[in-house]
């Protein structure tokens, strides 16, 4: 631990602060103890400080601290019981207890310990008021080492009040087991140095909510000027309104800096919750937990603590095995319940994660049926990701037995809707047998949002940008063939997939003015289903101040808030998960899978959407390979392909890359030479051809493939028809109306194990 503040460990840093505001109340308390000695409350006000000292003390390995505080809470313990009446002696000797602890944090303040300091004196002094004998004669100062401060000499020396010593004998420095600083050329430095309490101040949540208030008022009016700066030709009021703008940019990131605390301040009783958790249900689990630094608005801080710790009691109970059902799994008998938070695109990401048993779709499925919350086909239609968001409707509980800890089938629903309240959304992703994580995005703060503003008829109306994808544009010659029809539902073809479509002058009833033939698209998420919203102009982007609708509003499903813009006209802040449920967006993407799947023949088996990249090979022909198998797209110069026996490789990485030809085979040279094989045909150009290589990854070797172009990324069912099945292929399905094979990855890949790999390796070497 380093002897500076600066280097000071963080928890030691608290603990300092928080116990010097705690001696100073003692003082004060001590002093209306002597005019009231029998007041209960102030007794039991000192003995509570006290024995918090002590107690972190000895977490902290302070042990003359612990020492010194020990016997000063026995002494306290006896005034509070009644067995000891409050005298001035015994004032006097606790006085000197808290003198000496005082002394004790400024020693560990300045060298990071407490070992230096001799308590003994203080000690006995207060053992002798327990014990009832006499108390030692008190020196003037019973703890000091330097005694250069001590001024008892009825004629001191001059150097006592030596000018160069003053900076020293601050309350702080003066602490009689800190030796002195020598005087010398540096006392600028010395008067730099701030101590644990100068250096932090306590405000009051309170305050702090009236500043952000107070700052989100001059945002209103900065937009306002920054309008009026728009529409004049006067330099001097464009230019001091982009100071004005500059100036409460920076004053609303400070403000809010103010507002924010770390992770830490929501986790810190996590491993109680879950040692008590996992002792009741019988389980071993280990919390390990990342990104403790990472911050968040207070406020939504306090809003999350409850549906998260939701979720990690169910990570315990429902997630993770009993110790011998793990190990019959093969699985380490203690389970892992895995914390993360970090910043992602203006949001913070909670991460809960369990190495437990996951879940099961058809287990969701059928309870889900029995409980009547989705009929037989509707769970036919729905996806594997759908079927496991119904643990989110109310009522669901999969649980055997009601206990009390689960089993009511009240809390996962619950925990969406605190969740979605503040702006926030969540995800959940399973693999049966390996585990679950459930994703949780919150925004930053909720005073001051980022937003998309749109006009819908006459008026405006802004989309928080943290459920904002993308925006599609649709000119009037293609927005009639960019709306398709699906089970009777209006749907946009984008890059392949289905997206529903809602209408926002349907939804809330206002007129289309201007809009013409042509669309806007704003492509928005709320939480798994993402569908398109049809509006008349996109206006701007803009940093917004949420205000709270009226009570007589709150009820709207259609709208979060309010904001003021900077013509002084109200623009209300759109609800996109109410906008979701209004239009029934679920129901909706539920549909356009089933009536999908019946076109394609594929009835009502059950089947998971897959993410392909489409390429085009060199013959022309389309084929796909699972996105989650690539592991980047290179473009390469033509010349850096060689060969290796019969392989082509390109150095990639520091390793040698084989490259395969999805036509079948290893990978030519498409007419071009490469040096040492022959010369390549005369070029006009001095442009070297390129290729482009999509590095796919199996097991642990890298596998580069050989393609002319790519054309799209695709979410389909990974519904196969055999006929295509052959040598590298899986088998062949319909993507955008071209019939595209689907590689068998490790086919292509298996000619390059590891065996493989040393041949081709050596047989590199040798050449």
């Known amino acids: 631990m380093s002897g500076s ?23 004060r308390d001590f002093v209306e103890l002597e005019r009231s000695p029998g007041s209960r409350d102030l007794l039991a006000s000192v003995f509570r400080t006290i024995h918090t000292i002590k107690g972190t003390s000895g977490f902290l390995s302070f042990g003359n601290l612990e020492k010194v505080t020990h016997v000063g809470e026995n002494l306290l313990a006896q005034l509070r019981d009644g067995d000891r009446v409050l005298d001035a002696a015994t004032t006097d000797v606790l006085l000197r ?17 407490d070992a230096d300091g001799d308590v003994d004196g203080v000690v006995d002094a207060v053992k002798a008021v327990l014990d009832g004998t006499s108390a030692p004669a008190v020196e003037p100062e019973p703890v000091a080492i330097d005694p250069e401060p001590v001024a008892i000499d009825p004629e001191p020396e001059p150097v006592a009040v030596e000018p160069e010593r003053e900076p020293v004998v601050a309350p702080v420095a003066t602490a009689g087991s800190v030796p002195a600083e020598p005087a010398g050329d540096e006392p600028a430095t010395e008067q730099k140095k701030r101590s644990a309490v100068d250096g932090s101040i306590r405000v009051d949540v309170d305050v702090l909510e009236n500043l952000m208030q107070l700052v989100g008022e001059l945002v209103l009016s900065r937009n306002q000027i920054l309008q009026l700066a728009a529409e004049s030709a006067e330099a001097d009021l464009v230019r001091s309104a982009h100071r004005l703008d500059l100036i409460s940019s920076s004053l609303q990131e400070a403000v809010m800096k103010t507002r924010m605390q770390p992770m830490d301040y929501l986790w810190a009783k996590l491993p109680r919750v879950v040692r008590d958790l996992s002792a009741q249900c019988g389980k071993e689990v280990d919390l390990v937990m ?5 911050e968040l608005d207070r406020t939504l801080l306090d809003a999350v603590k409850d549906p998260l710790t939701h979720l990690v009691r169910n990570a315990v109970d429902h997630g993770i095995e009993r110790p011998g059902a793990r190990e019959q799994a093969g699985k380490p008998r203690r389970g892992t319940l895995t914390l993360r938070a970090y910043h992602e695109s203006g949001q913070v990401v909670m991460e809960i994660g369990d190495d437990g048993k996951g879940l099961d779709p058809d287990a969701i499925g ?4 029995d409980k009547g919350l989705v009929s037989a086909g509707e769970l036919a239609a729905m996806s594997r990701r759908q079927v496991l968001d119904l643990i989110f409707r109310p009522g669901f509980s999969t649980a055997e037995a009601v206990t009390n800890v689960s089993g009511r089938g009240v809390g996962m629903d619950v925990v969406r809707t605190n969740i979605e309240k503040i702006g926030g959304s969540v995800d959940l992703t399973s693999t049966p047998g390996h585990g679950t994580v459930c994703r949780v995005t919150i925004p930053l703060t909720l005073a001051i949002i980022p937003a998309l503003i749109v006009r819908q008829g006459a008026e ?7 459920n904002l994808l993308e925006l599609v544009r649709m000119n009037p010659e293609d927005a009639t063939k960019g709306v398709e029809y699906v089970a009777g539902v209006p749907v946009h073809r984008l890059r392949g997939r289905l997206l529903p479509l809602l209408d926002l002058g349907g939804q809330l009833g206002v007129e289309s003015v201007g809009r013409g033939d042509a669309a806007t698209i704003a492509v928005l998420r709320s939480d798994t289903d993402e569908f398109g919203l049809v509006v008349d102009e996109v206006v701007e982007t803009q940093e917004i101040v949420v205000k ?3 009570a007589a509003l709150t009820s709207l499903q259609a709208f979060a808030g309010a904001a003021v813009m900077g013509d002084g ?11 979701a449920a209004a239009g029934n967006v679920a129901s909706t993407s539920a549909s356009i899978t089933s009536t999908l799947r019946e076109e394609a023949g594929l009835g009502g088996a059950d089947s998971d959407l897959r993410s392909l990249l489409v390429v085009r090979t060199e013959g022309a022909r389309n084929v796909a390979v699972p996105l989650e198998k690539v592991a980047r797209l290179e473009e390469v110069e033509v010349t850096a392909l060689e060969h290796v026996g019969s392989t082509t490789v390109i150095q990639y990485r520091g390793d040698l890359l084989p490259i395969v030809e999805p036509d079948g085979g290893y990978s030519s040279y498409g007419g071009y030479g490469v040096p040492g094989q022959g010369e390549a045909p005369a070029q006009e150009s001095l442009v070297v051809p390129t290729v482009t290589i999509v590095v796919y990854q199996h097991g642990a070797r890298l596998v580069g493939l050989r393609v002319a172009e790519i054309v799209d990324i695709v979410e389909v069912p990974l519904v196969l028809s055999p006929i295509g099945a052959r040598a590298g292929s899986l088998g062949s399905l319909v993507v955008n109306g071209n019939i595209t094979d689907v590689l068998d990855v490790a086919a292509l890949a298996a000619p390059f194990a590891a065996d493989e790999a040393d041949a081709y390796l050596e047989d590199s070497r040798a050449r």
């Open 548 to 550: 709270p609708l009226g």
């Open 290 to 294: 990342h990104g403790r630094e990472t």
């Open 366 to 369: 059928r309870k889900a049926v």
């Open 569 to 579: 006209r109200i623009a209300l802040i759109l609800d996109v998960p109410g906008l």
């Open 97 to 113: 207890m808290v003198d000496a602890v005082r002394e004790l944090l400024a020693l560990i303040e300045a060298t990071g310990g």
């Open 460 to 466: 405006r109306y802004a989309i928080p940008q943290a």
């Open 5 to 27: 503040s600066d280097g000071m460990d963080e928890i030691v840093q608290e603990f300092l602060v928080e116990s010097h505001e705690n001696l100073d109340q003692l003082d």
